[in-house]
């Protein structure tokens, strides 16, 4: 009889560790798409101001017509993207595109002392950080989603689940590079 229970016993541990790794994978990836759409709703937000920030801009600096298009080309390029690794790249165009409208902004004082177009950017700059704070805690799920995939032995479980690494959220190679000051 004790011959018949131990390799009872260690397959019932197996078992339960197998079930506790699968459980594990699927609160993680849950987490993993409860960060992303918490961050969505962070960058809906900011899709919906940015037409009004644009429409004020465009009465004041009229010839800027190019970086107005961007954008707006931006805007809907990373509204309408589909998957986590298009939204990340369109996240980070748009990013861009915005600090080109500011930069324009700059340029015409009349502009920066409209309450409109200062309320916006105030709007703008509290999404902004909403959305990086957003973007950690993406960034924190992720992290710990990966190493479970990537870690002995839960990555038996992973590979025979298809539980895949997931995109962490990181900017642009360009955002990276130093900012060049001359005098």
Known sequence: MPGFLIPLIVIVIILIWFAASYNGFV???NMVREAFST???YMKKRYDLIPNLVETVKGYA???AGTLEKVTSARNAA???TTVE???EGENALTATLKN????AE???DLKANANFMDL???LQSIESEIANSRKYYNAVVRDFNIKVESFPSNIIAAIFSFKREPMFEIATEERDNIKIQF
């Open 62 to 64: 009229k010839h800027e």
């Open 86 to 88: 298009g939204r990340i």
């Open 39 to 41: 961050m969505d709703v």
């Open 79 to 81: 509204a309408s993207a």
């Open 27 to 29: 609160k993680l990836r």
């Open 101 to 104: 409208l500011f930069a324009v």
């Open 121 to 123: 950017q105030r709007q």
């Open 107 to 109: 340029a015409y004082p």
